[in-house]
């Protein structure tokens, strides 16, 4: 693969891009990233990637922009530690199993479950989220062993594409566990962090990462993820899920267009 100037400037502006916004909604960012990576190349003439290398890629880099992301909430407040306990374990394994596993994947199947989780979230996004913000942050509670199920089962999901699930984390947090907005950002931060170990050790075992755009990607990540963190802790929490409803949403499109 050759690595152009503008290669390199594409990679680190799809990772700038796409952490920016992960810090800011409360996920890894392989949601954007992973069409992104796919397209945007090709696009413009650059080496292409394979569903594979853009999965390990996402991998890697999702770790990295949830560290910045994670450090920068460390103080506010918003970090739930039996929810990053529960789901977190939950997920770790979850995600271990479905990156170990993928190796024997079609690019096909990787796509077909990135369209199907990133279908399911679209949908729970738009569905009313009515008082949870109004929930004080040390009155929260909820169903550890529900969480812990569904954590799992994303996790399994999320290890396959490479993503570390928090796109479909953050609804079910919102909706089904009734966690405050502000909390499900920062929080799901914190577990999609541990999510990504899982998935990023399942895909360096199995030889799935480009070392070269994995590097760009943690540098762009490393920067992006901690600025757009501290600017999603001033938006108004209505606006940040409709950012990511529509976010959600418009990859599901995309990714069920190219399938069929």
């Known amino acids: 693969m050759e690595y152009s100037i503008l290669f390199i400037i594409t990679l680190f502006l799809i990772g700038f891009v796409g952490s920016f916004i992960s810090g800011m909604v409360g996920i890894g960012g392989s949601i954007i990233k992973y069409p992104m990576l796919l397209y945007i190349p090709a696009m413009i003439g650059l080496s292409t990637f394979t569903a594979h290398e853009v999965s390990g890629i996402s991998a890697i880099q999702v770790l990295f922009a949830t560290i910045g992301g994670v450090w920068a909430y460390r103080k506010s407040g918003y970090l739930n530690k039996t929810l990053i306990i529960y789901m977190g374990a ?66 399994i999901g999320a290890g396959i594409v490479g993503a570390a699930g ?63 963190a501290k600017y999603g802790q001033k938006i108004n929490t209505k606006i940040l899920q409709g950012i990511l409803a529509v976010l959600i949403l418009g990859t599901a499109i995309k990714i069920w267009l190219d399938f069929f």
């Open 90 to 155: 939950a997920i770790l394994i979850g995600s271990f199993i479905g990156g170990f596993g993928s190796q024997d994947m079609s690019e096909d199947g990787i796509n077909l479950v990135y369209g199907i989780l990133a279908t399911i979230a679209a949908v729970m996004m738009f569905i009313p989220k009515k008082g949870i913000d109004d929930i004080p942050l040390d009155q929260v509670t909820f169903n550890r062993w529900i969480a812990a199920f569904f954590a799992f089962i994303v996790g």
């Open 166 to 228: 928090a796109f479909i984390l953050v609804p079910i947090m919102l909706v089904i566990l009734k966690i405050p907005t502000r909390m499900t950002i920062a929080t799901s931060l914190a577990i999609t962090f541990i999510s990504s170990i899982g998935s990023t050790t399942g895909k360096l075992m199995t030889g799935q990462v480009l070392f070269v755009p994995a590097v760009i990607m943690i540098i762009a990540s490393l920067i992006a993820s901690p600025l757009g």
